[in-house]
């Protein structure tokens, strides 16, 4: 028996960017699962990816930053049923060095892109999604870490959304939204972070498992809050980070610290 019970269900999935995404091991579990997978893809490099690695699957282009695409999109899927949509999506220039010299046009473009663009697209759909559909965003495990740039607050936006989408949906359905708050991941997207290399691997040392999370943990999380098992959560931020979060004082990493002051 399928413990996820998402055979034959149908989910739209965004965010798939290259084989090391978020968004990529998820789909690939889903399938592995049964489930039918429509993506929403920015790009043409992004569609042929997902042609050659997901051939049975539809591929739609839709600029996340344009309401008028994310119309369009819900258009071409009109004859569609949707039990769930994985929010995968995260876009930052950081053309600024320091957070106080961020310009605005650079920040509403990331925060339109990686957050709002939730609500335009669950708003979009509603009529799409089953009753009991879930919708899935995928955050960042700590919002206050500065190093993250202007995405911590804009991720802490997105994180915080579920809940009214939560509440809002609640008047007409049973529709669900929960966030996956992953810690530090080998991605392409991270790569882009400034210091985030370093970081990565100073991270390593603060799981309780001195090791750092597999893109496929994050994703086995995603996959149970897009299906029927999870009925139960809702409005709810799971924290998938090795347990990083509670080891901050970490004594190895005090007592190498200490050595040189």
Excluded: W
Excluded at 82 to 111: K, Y
């Amino acid at each position: 028996m399928n413990f996820l019970e998402i055979e034959d269900k149908t989910f739209l999935i965004t965010g798939v960017n290259n084989k090391k995404s978020v968004a990529t091991f998820s789909a690939k579990l889903l399938i592995s699962h049964g489930a039918t997978l429509i993506f929403s893809v920015q790009n043409d490099n992004q569609v042929e990816f997902c042609k050659k690695h997901f051939p049975d699957s539809k591929v739609i282009k839709t600029d996340l930053s344009n309401i008028d695409s994310i119309n369009s999109l819900a258009k071409s899927l009109s004859d569609e049923s949707l039990d769930g949509i994985l929010h995968s999506v995260a876009f930052a220039r950081f053309e600024s060095p320091n957070f106080h010299e961020t310009s605005f046009n650079e920040f509403s473009e990331a925060l339109r892109i990686s957050a709002y663009s939730l609500v335009e697209l669950s708003n979009a759909l509603k009529s799409l999604l089953n009753p009991s559909a879930s919708i899935v965003t995928v955050s960042i495990s700590n919002l206050r870490a500065t190093n993250y740039g202007y995405m911590g607050p804009i991720k802490a936006l997105l994180s915080s959304s579920i809940d009214y989408l939560a509440k809002s949906f609640s008047e007409f359905s049973k529709i669900r939204f929960n966030s996956v708050a992953a810690g530090p991941l080998k991605t392409s997207a991270a790569a882009g972070i400034p210091t985030y290399v370093e970081n990565y691997l100073y991270c390593e040392q603060l799981t309780l498992r001195n090791k750092n999370l597999d893109t496929s943990e994050v994703a086995n999380t995603i996959a149970f809050l897009l299906s029927p098992k999870s009925s139960g959560i809702n409005a709810s931020e799971i924290v998938v980070d090795a347990g990083m979060n509670v080891n901050y004082f970490e004594q190895t990493i005090v007592k190498s610290f200490s050595k040189n002051i």
